[in-house]
């Protein structure tokens, strides 16, 4: 999961919002892995899938969010992946470790501002 550009694996459960995304980010140049659930991220990342970002909504069926990121936390090859978590709750009533946390709706310049400054970062 290697791209000039970089590469992100997006876990969003909403079709419509995982698809938009998806798109947006590849018209961008980013090489994106599409999981619907945080069990289906999890069976990437053992699969061997090490992206250059994380895109995680909170809101996931059978694996949240929040235990997703427990598993990445818990990697010593994953943790230091940056991470941008995308939910429907404001801001100050998420309690996680992120590098960002993007409510929805997201403006989009200021979401791929977050995504080019985070892949970039070394």
Do not use: C, W
């Not at 969003?12 to 698809?19: A, G, K, S």
């Not at 659930?37 to 895109?55: H, K, N, R, W, Y």
């Not at 310049?109 to 080019?116: A, D, I, K, N």
Request: avoid cysteine.
């Amino acid at each position: 999961m290697n791209s000039s550009t970089g590469s992100i694996l997006l876990v969003e459960d909403n079709p419509h919002v995982r698809d938009a995304l998806a798109e947006l980010l590849a018209g961008e140049g980013y090489e994106v892995e599409i999981a619907e659930d945080g069990q289906e991220a999890i069976d990437l990342l053992e699969d061997g899938v090490t992206p250059s970002l994380f895109l995680i909504d909170l809101a996931l069926p059978r694996v949240s969010g929040t235990e997703l990121l427990r598993y990445v936390h818990d990697d010593v090859t994953l943790r230091v992946v940056p991470m941008i978590i995308i939910t429907a709750l404001p801001k100050e009533d998420v309690h996680v470790v992120a590098d960002e946390i993007i409510s929805k709706p997201m403006k989009i310049p200021q979401f791929l501002g977050s995504v080019r400054r985070l892949i970039a970062e070394p």
